[in-house]
């Protein structure tokens, strides 16, 4: 059985729709059934599951600006409760996975291209240049340096075919003006089939760059949705990144590239990223329509 911390949220109940859909038994954790900060009694709640993953945290709503006025919840949620998920999967010798983000990175290598899972985190506390959400969850990462039997799975400004809040084609449909930024992406479904292949097939356990293949300018995107005939809009753009921390965020935002070859050497199943666009958009079903649609 597996069990799925915080399988309420968007990314968790995706991917508990994946295994459901798939014949997989699967068991939902919230906070309401245990206390996640003892490990006894995460224990207790993750009984006799035989893989586990952690979609829990805290990422604010509606985005990680959030997290600069919610702190405390953040850091729980992001760096400490990983810590104890650890530890219970250590002692109980459960394989499983923790849900990072692409976000503890910021532009590119040097040499112009992705970064790979061994460049240390450069938008983070370290450097002292982050957002508190993107410190937190490098923070995280830090904590299971020397976890056991776990997959460290960095999403990366999730995308799918239904319209919702959390979508980044949806956000960019909705957002008065938008950031010019290059961006690698993950196709939501294609990261729940990660989880899904991480827990039958056990490649090698370790941090994943769990993004679609490649880089995409938010012109590209919103191009593309027009492209599908999804909007018509005429989109505004900030003219520069200070205007955009000015006027519409509190927090900088992380926009990078990343490089996916050793998920793909994997076994992943991560498409090139305009082709996952494409998949995406083709299917486009509207914030009504999606409503239940998984
Ligand atoms: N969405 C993104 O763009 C994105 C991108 C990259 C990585 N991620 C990572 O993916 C994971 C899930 O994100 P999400 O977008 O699915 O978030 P979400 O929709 O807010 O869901 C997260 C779930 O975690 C639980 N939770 C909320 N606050 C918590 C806290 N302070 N401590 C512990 N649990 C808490 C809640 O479940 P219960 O109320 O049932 O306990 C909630 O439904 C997070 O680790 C996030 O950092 C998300
Ligand atoms: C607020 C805002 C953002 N943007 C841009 C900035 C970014 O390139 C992109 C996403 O920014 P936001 O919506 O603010 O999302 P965010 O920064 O909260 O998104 C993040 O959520 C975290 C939970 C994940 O870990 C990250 O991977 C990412 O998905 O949209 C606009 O274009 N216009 C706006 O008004």
Redesign the pocket.
């Known amino acids: 059985m597996i069990v799925v911390l915080g399988g309420s949220g968007y990314v968790g109940s995706s991917i508990v729709n994946l295994l459901a859909s798939r014949g997989k038994e699967v068991r939902v954790l919230s906070r309401k059934d245990c206390n996640y900060y003892d490990p006894a009694s995460l224990g207790d709640a993750i009984g006799n599951a035989d893989f586990v993953i952690n979609a829990a945290g805290y990422?604010?709503r509606p985005?990680?600006?959030a997290c600069e006025l919610h702190k405390h919840e953040c850091l729980m949620g992001n760096a400490v409760l990983p810590g104890v998920v650890k530890e219970v999967c250590a002692t109980k010798k459960l394989p499983w996975i923790q849900i990072s983000?692409?976000?503890i990175y910021t532009g590119t290598r040097d040499d112009g291209t992705g970064f790979t899972e061994l460049d240390p985190p450069n938008f983070s506390f370290r450097y002292n240049n982050c957002s508190f959400?993107s410190g937190t969850?490098a923070l995280g990462e830090e904590v299971l340096a020397d976890a056991e039997d776990c997959y460290i799975l960095r999403?990366?400004?999730?995308f799918e075919n239904l319209d919702n809040p959390r979508n980044?084609l949806t956000?960019?449909l909705r957002?008065?003006?938008?950031?010019r930024?290059t961006?690698s992406l993950t196709f939501l479904d294609e990261f729940a089939e990660s989880c899904l292949h991480c827990a039958e097939n056990r490649p090698e356990t370790g941090i994943y760059n769990v993004t679609n293949t490649g880089y995409v300018t938010?012109d590209e995107v919103v191009e593309r949705l027009k492209t599908h005939g999804i909007t018509d809009k005429e989109f505004q753009f900030f003219d520069s990144e200070e205007e955009?921390m000015q006027t519409?965020?509190k927090a900088a935002?992380?926009?990078c590239v990343m490089n996916n070859q050793k998920a793909i050497a994997a076994g992943f199943p991560l498409s090139e990223v305009h082709e996952a666009l494409d998949k995406a958009m083709a299917n486009w079903m509207p914030e009504a329509a999606a409503t239940g649609a998984k």
Do not use: H, W
């Open positions: 990422t604010g985005n990680v600006d983000s692409g976000c959400y969850k999403l990366r400004i999730p980044y956000k960019l957002y008065q003006r938008l950031l930024a961006n938010t955009f519409a965020a935002r992380s926009n």
